[in-house]
């Protein structure tokens, strides 16, 4: 199964499904050869496959390049409506988790910038025990922002 996870993940594509579909082109193939391990006969299937998808999704690229003078397929309408609507529930729940607060949009763009401790409480401008609470504060939005996307997530 690890193989299978590297061979799909270079592919992009489902491991299951990319081992799923090695184990029946092994089965149904003529030309499996004596005295090759299975184990080995389907890692060269999976990569036979991955490379497939590789290549074509390659050609396709290059194709809509040529025609469109686009660097990447253009979205199917659902496949951009489901992004756009991705889109606006991260942007959401950003936005709760700031909720309008100065100091919890500085503390987020602080650690952004990499700061910590003592420079980002002066970078908030305040001191560090109200720092813990607003750092707690954003843990604690955080958490519920994750469960709504996470809902949101499996309701699709």
Same mark, same amino acid.
């Given at each position: ?17 990319? =081992? @799923?579909?090695? +184990? ?12 090759? $391990?299975? &184990? ?15 290549? $074509? ?9 040529? @025609?469109?003078? =686009? ?7 659902? &496949? ?12 959401? !729940?950003? /936005? ?5 607060? @100065? ?10 910038? /990499?700061?910590?401790?003592? !420079?980002?409480?002066?970078? !908030?401008?305040?001191? @560090? ?6 750092? $707690?504060? +954003? ?7 994750? *469960? ?5 997530? &499996? *309701? *699709?």
């Amino acid at each position: 199964m690890r193989m299978a996870r590297w061979r799909a993940f270079t592919a992009g594509i489902d491991a299951a499904d990319l =081992l @799923q579909e090695a +184990i029946l082109r092994a089965l149904t193939s003529r030309s499996f050869p004596c005295g090759l $391990k299975t &184990e080995h006969f389907l890692m060269g299937v999976m990569r036979s496959i991955a490379s497939a998808i590789i290549a $074509k999704r390659e050609r396709d690229e290059a194709l809509c390049r040529d @025609q469109f003078n =686009l660097p990447v397929l253009p979205l199917a309408p659902d &496949e951009a409506c489901e992004f756009a609507e991705r889109a606006d529930a991260w942007r959401q !729940a950003l /936005g709760d988790l700031t909720a309008g607060s @100065q100091e919890i949009e500085k503390v987020i763009d602080g650690i952004d910038q /990499g700061l910590c401790g003592r !420079a980002l409480a002066e970078f !908030a401008d305040t001191d @560090q025990a109200r720092l813990a609470s607003v750092r $707690k504060s +954003i843990k604690r939005r955080a958490t519920r922002a994750c *469960a709504k996307l996470n809902r949101l997530e &499996e *309701a *699709a």
